[in-house]
């Protein structure tokens, strides 16, 4: 079992940076593929990073690419998700999601994880 909690989000402005940290119970992080996913208002949930149980392959949505930074810490149990230049169109509730590689290798969809934080609330005005 891995239980995951979400910190850092708030209101910023366009143009912002904003830095959300996941942090993840449990012995084995450092087996677990990490995924930030986001829900806008109205919207289904998707995808916008995943990095590998060795931090060395990441994934990014092409919408957040060059602008977001997804990286993790396995001493401390976290994965950060570094976003840069913000714009309102980023404004959503940001999930935290695990998956132990043995579960599959779907890293940048929602059913390639089985484990989800609660969420973290991200707002950009224009």
């Known amino acids: 079992q891995v239980q995951l909690v979400e910190s850092g989000g708030g209101l910023v402005q366009a143009g912002d940076s904003l830095r959300l940290s996941c942090a993840a119970s449990?012995?084995?992080?450092?087996?677990?593929?990490m995924g930030w996913f986001r829900q806008g208002p109205g919207k289904e949930r998707e995808f916008v990073a995943a990095?590998?149980?060795?931090?060395?392959?990441?994934y990014y949505a092409d919408s957040v690419k060059g602008r977001f930074t997804i990286s993790r810490d396995n001493a401390k149990n976290a994965v950060y998700l570094q976003m840069n230049s913000l714009k309102p169109e980023d404004t959503a509730a940001y999930y935290c999601?695990?998956?132990?590689?043995?579960?599959?290798?779907?890293?940048?969809?929602?059913?390639?994880?089985?484990?989800w934080g609660q969420g973290t609330q991200v707002t950009v005005s224009s």
């Open positions: 999601a695990a998956a132990h590689r043995s579960y599959g290798s779907s890293w940048t969809t929602t059913t390639g994880y089985n484990y």
């Open positions: 449990g012995r084995t992080f450092s087996s677990y593929a």
């Open positions: 990095i590998r149980w060795s931090g060395g392959i990441t």
